[in-house]
């Protein structure tokens, strides 16, 4: 406590006593554990002596940081969600906004507003769902900017504990997706900011949130089956849509007429492969889906859409 207090100008001299006084420090303690013992009676002493209200520190340069802080984390999210969103719940995405509500509508009827609450039950189009995300980057810029008071942001709870992993996993595991016109020659489909050819040097994308990276990283950890979004991810690749090659590179287009994806173990590259450009060591661990075309894929496309799926963007 007393090293604490040293730290504000002028607060020192409990530091220096419990370095040198000797006693202090077990007098200290003694009454730092007579205190704590009876802290409702020492609570009544400290009204009589302070009044009811005693002066608190307000910490407004600690406190406005922090919302700026805040703000600009809000920011890169609303910034990144927002140059993909259309490839991801867009018209034209893995799994459209619009889909998915109609889809619930049909199946729970009244109460679909009540287990899905949203407010793009009124308009889920594209301009709305990008519009949602740029008025959420200014509502940032203006916390930045501290044109928000503390006190207005607090019921909105813009703050929680948050953990994704209770175990971390030692190795990494990548699905790597490879397209074909025939089904003779395959070549690899890249992806941006995920590990690819093993010469390929890892890219920067701090604090950009590639949520498609993401996804797949999670699929590679499991099941193939516990993956719904696939069908979809994969009928849109094979249609050609934009938005959803613009997740992965779009300099990959034209779309393939197959698709397939095995499983790989990735590491880093020793020193000397290093020295002959060489980034990962992978191998192969398995065929993650058989090769596909629009026809096979189509079909399980149009189901991935429905609640019961239990669809989950992490």
Known sequence: MFRTLAQAPGHGRGLWADKH??????????AYRLIAAHRPLFGVLTGLLWGPRPLVQRHELTAGLFLRLLGLVYLAAFLSLGSQELGLIGSSGILPAADYFAAAARSEGALARLAHPSLFWIDSGDWVLQAACWAGAAASLAIVADRFAGPALAP?????????????????????????????????????FRPGRPEAAPSWNIPHQPRLNWQIWFAALGDPRESPWREPFLARLLAGSREVWALLDPAAAPPPRQIRATLYRYRYAAAEERARGQWWQ????????????TETVRGLARRAATPESSIRWR
Do not use: C, H, Q
């Not at 006693?23 to 003694?30: I, M, Q, R, S, V």
């Not at 994704?164 to 489909?189: T, Y």
């Open 282 to 293: 992978r191998g192969p661990e398995g065929e993650f889906l058989p090769p596909v075309t």
């Open 156 to 192: 909105l709870r813009l703050v929680n504990s948050y953990g994704v992993f209770a175990n971390m996993v030692k190795d990494r595991r990548e699905i790597v997706l490879e397209g074909s016109d025939g089904g003779l020659r395959w070549r690899e489909i890249p992806f941006r």
């Open 21 to 30: 006084l000797p006693g202090f420090a077990a007098a200290a303690e003694a």
